[in-house]
């Protein structure tokens, strides 16, 4: 392994049910509706929200002396914001059916999702907050959270929601993204309550810190030139 002081790490990773190695991690590719906690329940600050700046979120998560972030968001916002990273979490794009992709506009969360929803350790759902923030604090290896914390952040971002006038960077920004067609139409839900109760149930995902790999694909010329180095030193000393 080459370059490891170049990293690429990932802030939306989440443990695999079925894993095929050890410590086996998905990332999840977000949409930017879900409200985003630290491990003490407070919410990033802008811009680090979902899908936005991932060296600026893992500076901050680094500094709060914890690996692990939480998303809250409910049923709404997952049937069409939560894409999974990896072939064998997408078969109808590695099996080339436009069916099942078109399957992806209808109600509900793709199977693959819905997969985790069901089975994840990281994912948690509840029909209430309160509810919600118990069964957060039951997840393994977790700080406990205060309801009074969730809950002001919660109800802050629920009031700016229903705000045209809202000055809050995250809300403004998916009023942005629904301002495309296909954001809209397929990526981006409208702006809602997180608790509005037709658009449950409410659902917490803890987050890890997900190391995915060294090198880019846009680093394919480095890697042909390493290894055409490596390959020909390898032939000098076997000569």
């Known amino acids: 392994m080459i370059n490891s002081d170049r990293m690429w790490h990932y802030t939306e990773g989440i443990t695999n049910y079925d894993p095929i190695w050890p410590l086996h991690g998905i990332r999840i590719i977000p949409g930017p509706s879900s409200l985003w906690l630290d491990a003490a329940g407070k919410r990033l600050p802008p811009p680090l929200f979902p899908g936005f700046d991932t060296l600026g979120t893992l500076e901050y998560i680094a500094q ?84 009074a914390v969730v809950e002001a952040e919660v109800t802050a971002r629920d009031r700016e929601v229903v705000n045209k006038f809202t000055k809050d960077s995250q809300i403004t920004a998916i009023r942005g993204a629904r301002a495309f067609v296909a954001d809209r139409v397929s990526r981006v839900v409208a702006p809602h309550r997180l608790t509005d109760s037709k658009a449950g149930p409410l659902i917490a995902v803890k987050l890890h810190i997900l190391t995915r790999k060294s090198l880019e694909g846009t680093f394919l010329g480095g890697c042909v030139f390493s290894g055409r180095a490596a390959g020909r030193a390898a032939a000098r000393e076997t000569a």
Do not use: C, H
Not at 117 to 137: I, Y
């Open 64 to 147: 709060t002396g914890q690996d692990y972030t939480w998303y809250v968001l409910n049923a709404r916002i997952i049937e069409k914001e939560f894409g999974l990273s990896g072939q064998e979490q997408n078969p109808d794009l590695t099996g080339r059916s436009v069916r099942q992709v078109l399957g992806r506009v209808r109600p509900g969360a793709p199977p693959p999702v819905q997969a985790f929803v069901d089975k994840g350790v990281d994912f948690v759902t509840a029909n209430s907050l309160r509810e919600l923030v118990s069964k957060m604090n039951q997840v393994p290896d977790v700080a406990s959270l205060d309801y």
